[in-house]
């Protein structure tokens, strides 16, 4: 039993279930600088109240993961990543403070945390594509130690990578309001959904076509047959869900932009997987290099056959409990 791949998939399952729920979520924030009524905005709170601090313990959980399955790789990328992961940190804390305190507040505190809401909701998801950008660029190492500079991560790919994310974000958070939503805040968000899947589109391509210059290795994993053919499928159904979602009217059903823009993150960081595999510290350390003894694997491996599942059914449980449109009239405290 290969014990590293099957960590490694524990890891990309849990990083990809945060992208899918805590994406709209920091999507709402992303959004809330395009809505200026009162209502609206603690509408478009309201929508994700009931799940939102649930939906972090998927990145706590891919956290812990790398550190206990691939230490080697948790202390490479904490160490080269110290400031924009801290940064992220800090953000999320704000933003979680904010939250609170914003229903709390007397009327005339209201707009400050508003705007640290949506500042904390912003740089949030830009330091975690920043992030994600610079583990594509890749880390030098030598031996067992980050060899590089604690400012590496200032270069034009991983910034780029963290607008990106604030689109794809802010896409989820606009269809996820078409689905909880009605009447004008709904269209509001029709409207800007479309905005946002052309800069989805617009982004997408300028990393499809600025990897594969950049990095050889990429173009190799990319255009060499038969790899051409078999990976073809990924950017073809990512183009499919972008014009799907383009297409999508107010008769439509709801949840359909909200299925389509979460298609469409998942490809997109499907298609970024690919482009690095199998290494969890490009260019240079796999997957097997990084991981721990064997025995720390089987012994972790013993907790997380429990502790997923459990995890799995509270959050189904919760998003069934809170299903259909937000009403108005029912606040969170």
């Given at each position: 039993?290969?014990?590293?791949?099957?960590?490694?998939?524990?890891?990309?399952?849990?990083?990809?279930?945060?992208?899918?729920?805590?994406?709209?979520?920091?999507?709402?924030?992303?959004?809330?600088?395009?809505?200026?009524?009162?209502?609206?905005?603690?509408?478009?709170?309201?929508?994700?109240?009931?799940?939102?601090?649930?939906?972090?313990?998927?990145?706590?959980?891919?956290?812990a993961a790398l550190f206990g399955a691939f230490p080697l790789a948790y202390a490479v990328i904490v160490d080269a990543l110290t400031i924009p992961l801290t940064l992220m940190l800090v953000a999320l804390i704000f933003r979680g403070v904010a939250f609170e305190f914003r229903f709390k507040a007397l009327p005339g505190h209201h707009g400050f945390w508003d705007t640290a809401f949506m500042a904390g909701s912003i740089f949030a998801t830009f330091f975690q594509g920043v992030t994600v950008g610079a583990v594509i660029e890749g880390f030098p190492v030598e031996g067992r130690a980050f060899a590089g500079g604690g400012l590496d991560w200032l270069a034009p790919f991983p910034l780029f990578c963290g607008i990106g994310l604030i689109i794809a974000y802010g896409l989820l958070g606009a269809t996820w309001l078409i689905?909880?939503?009605?009447?004008?805040?709904?269209?509001?968000?029709?409207?800007?959904?479309?905005?946002?899947?052309v800069l989805m589109a617009i982004s997408i391509a300028i990393v499809s076509v600025w990897t594969p210059f950049a990095y050889p290795g990429v173009a190799d994993r990319w255009f060499s047959l038969p790899n051409l053919l078999i990976l073809s499928p990924v950017p073809l159904l990512t183009a499919l869900c972008l014009l799907r979602l383009w297409r999508t009217r107010p008769d439509h059903a709801h949840h359909r932009p909200f299925i389509m823009a979460l298609c469409v993150t998942l490809l997109g960081f499907t298609g970024l997987g690919i482009s690095i595999w199998p290494h969890i510290i490009p260019p240079s350390i796999t997957i097997w290099?990084?991981?721990?003894?064997?025995?720390?694997?089987?012994f972790m491996l013993i907790g997380a056959v429990f502790i997923i599942p459990v995890i799995l059914m509270y959050t189904y449980w919760s998003y069934r409990v809170f299903s259909g449109k937000v009403n108005p009239d029912e606040a969170y405290h």
């Open positions: 039993m290969d014990l590293a791949m099957i960590w490694f998939g524990i890891i990309v399952f849990a990083t990809l279930m945060y992208i899918v729920m805590d994406g709209f979520d920091l999507g709402i924030g992303i959004l809330m600088p395009f809505i200026t009524e009162r209502e609206e905005r603690d509408l478009m709170v309201n929508s994700v109240a009931p799940v939102w601090d649930g939906n972090e313990t998927w990145l706590v959980l891919g956290g689905m909880k939503t009605e009447h004008a805040l709904q269209m509001r968000m029709y409207h800007l959904s479309r905005r946002l899947v290099q990084a991981a721990s003894p064997q025995q720390s694997l089987q």
